[in-house]
């Protein structure tokens, strides 16, 4: 880059935007912008197509324009930012090919764990799903939505976890990003109707049923997938 883009180094003074602190954080800044812009992205607050402005981010981050060039440049290389020359950045757009595939192992793999989960679970891990169940049913009977969230959450990864399986763990693990950001771009998505969906599963799960929480888990990502390939057919390139 050349050297008019100095120009924009000087820092702002906006102290009320909590993203100005980043610039005397003691990771190195760079990552810093990366993790910040890739939570925002992979949370749904930037969504697919969104523009992605050097100089805006070096604003709103209180820093110089070379680390938010570096930061965009990691996350193009994970693949949820798209740079073009002329253009600049912007957030990447999810395929609808890269989510059906996608979809389609996850489902595997969570109708996988619940089986494992069902098999192998203990005395010790049936009380700790017995619990995340109970806390489940009733923050979505007080509808505390914050709550239930966090619950929803949590059971993926109690599931796997009570699956037993390292490497299933790790395969879901990988997988843990992108599944992240589709979620995240889900229109209309109901928390409470997914915590009756985890709720049936955890059922399954508890009372060793392999084949029902096999198949609910199962049935419980596809019916994600569709929904977001009705999403996918007006934000797709
Ligand atoms: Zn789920």
Redesign the pocket.
């Known amino acids: 880059m050349t050297d008019e883009n100095q120009k924009d180094d000087t820092p702002t003074q906006d102290n009320d935007n909590a993203w100005a602190s980043i610039g005397s954080a003691h990771k190195s800044i760079n990552i810093a912008v990366a993790d910040t812009v890739r939570e925002a992205i992979l949370s749904g607050r930037f969504k697919p197509g969104d523009r992605l402005t050097e100089v805006g981010l070096a604003k709103a981050f209180d820093v110089s324009r070379n680390p938010v060039r570096e930061a965009l440049r990691v996350l193009e290389v994970e693949g949820i930012v798209e740079i073009n020359p002329r253009k600049g950045a912007r957030v990447a757009l999810l395929s609808s090919e890269e989510i059906e595939e996608i979809i389609e192992l996850r489902a595997e793999l969570?109708s996988m764990s619940a089986r494992f989960a069902a098999r192998r679970c203990n005395d010790e891990g049936r009380e700790e799903l017995g619990k995340l169940l109970e806390d489940g049913n009733r923050a979505d009977a007080d509808g505390e939505v914050e709550v239930l969230t966090e619950l929803?959450q949590k059971?993926?990864n109690e599931i796997a976890m009570a699956g037993k399986n390292r490497f299933l763990v790790g395969f879901m693990k990988t997988l843990h990003e992108k599944t992240q950001w589709i979620?995240a771009n889900r229109p209309e998505f109901n928390i409470a109707e997914?915590w009756k969906?985890?709720a049936a599963i955890l059922r399954a799960v508890i009372e060793a049923d392999e084949e029902l929480a096999s198949v609910l888990a199962k049935r419980?990502?596809e019916d994600?997938g569709k929904d977001i390939a009705k999403f996918t057919e007006v934000t797709d390139t």
């Open positions: 969570e929803n059971f993926h979620f997914n969906e985890h419980h990502v994600i």
